[in-house]
Nanobody, 121 residues
Framework: QVQLVESGGGLVQPGGSLRLSCAAS????????MGWFRQAPGKEREFVAS????????YYADSMKGRFTISRNNAKNTVYLQMNSLKPEDTAVYYCASDSHATNPGEYRYWGQGTQVTVSS
């Protein structure tokens, strides 16, 4: 059974940083692309970043380029999202997902439970 478990969310001041982690289990992690999405109250789930399994090529939503970095450690079965220069509008529940690097959440098969990120002074 595939499981994705996010961690690392919390409250941070504007301009601060957080690193989210997503630990995967249940199959060979290195063979699957991974993505991060977020969802703010009253809004649709939004693509943040993804990383392709075969060559670790990364993709970002325009508003996250230069601030967020996705990476993976196959030895630890974990994908990360380093978030810098955080803004209040980054406040959302952040989800990791697997089996695609697409921007469409419908392309992903498995999802974590989410971790809350709140950016506020």
């Amino acid at each position: 059974q595939v499981q994705l478990v996010e961690s690392g969310g919390g409250l941070v001041q504007p301009g601060g940083s957080l690193r989210l982690s997503c630990a995967a289990s249940g199959r060979t992690f290195s063979r699957y692309s991974m993505g991060w999405f977020r969802q703010a109250p009253g809004k649709e789930r939004e693509f943040v970043a993804s990383i392709r399994w075969i060559d670790s090529r990364t993709y970002y939503a325009d508003s996250m380029k230069g601030r967020f970095t996705i990476s993976r450690n196959n030895a630890k079965n974990t994908v990360y999202l380093q978030m810098n220069s955080l803004k209040p509008e980054d406040t959302a529940v952040y989800y990791c997902a697997s089996d695609s690097h697409a921007t469409n959440p419908g392309e992903y098969r498995y999802w974590g439970q989410g971790t809350q990120v709140t950016v506020s002074s």
